[in-house]
């Protein structure tokens, strides 16, 4: 007679109705992994070669977003730095203009501040990479030099800048302003027409 508890039959234990443990997927009875064969373990390289390839890929594209974005971010720090000194220059004309108005004795206390405020001033910009362009004897270059006016003469040679009537200035290579200068132009000699 059968035990009441199992069935043999069926594999089920008749109390509960589950069905009886495998003895295969007891964990204490499993066997041992299988090796992998030579062509799994080729698959399985080639796959872990193309994770690392493609790591080593996307490592680079964001180390290249990184660097692109800080690059721009300094870039538009040096726009909006320009576009501040654009602004300032006007005022610095206005100190030399000053400056240069009250040579009297009656002013020179008045001068001394207007001197302090002005260095002050210079040397603030100058700090953030601005340099005052103030071209005489230098060869006109029409990209950092605005010609205003033309000076015919023989003492000095074609194209040299003779006067500056209003300093330029550069910003980390850039014109934010050009030099308006008076430039030496050598006369040309007239042509002499032969009569035949």
């Known amino acids: 007679m059968p035990d009441k508890d199992t069935n043999i039959n069926t594999g089920r234990d008749e ?3 589950a069905p009886d443990p ?3 997927t007891d964990n204490k009875n499993a066997p041992a992994e299988q090796p992998v064969n030579g062509a799994e373990a080729a698959k399985l390289l080639s796959e872990l070669d193309d994770l690392r390839q493609t790591l080593l890929r996307r490592q680079a594209d964001f180390d290249n977003y990184r660097k692109r974005i800080e690059k721009e971010r300094a870039d538009d720090s040096k726009r909006t730095t320009a576009r501040l000194i654009e602004g300032l220059i006007p005022v610095i004309d206005g100190f030399e203009h000053a400056l240069a108005a009250h ?9 001394k501040g207007f ?3 002005y260095k002050q001033l210079l040397d603030n910009i100058t700090k953030l990479g601005v340099e005052r362009v103030d071209p005489i004897g230098k060869q006109f270059d029409p990209h950092a030099h605005q010609a205003m006016d033309r000076l015919e003469t023989t003492d000095r040679e074609d194209g040299t800048i003779v006067q500056v009537f ?3 200035y550069m ?7 050009p030099a308006m200068v008076r430039v030496a132009v050598n006369a040309a000699p007239a042509s002499k ?3 035949n």
């Open 115 to 117: 001197e302090l405020i």
């Open 166 to 168: 209003q300093p330029g």
């Open 171 to 177: 910003f980390h290579g850039r014109v934010l302003r």
């Open 103 to 111: 040579r009297e004795k009656e002013y020179e206390v008045y001068r």
């Open 15 to 17: 109390a509960n109705g």
């Open 22 to 24: 495998d003895p295969s």
């Open 193 to 195: 027409k032969t009569v």
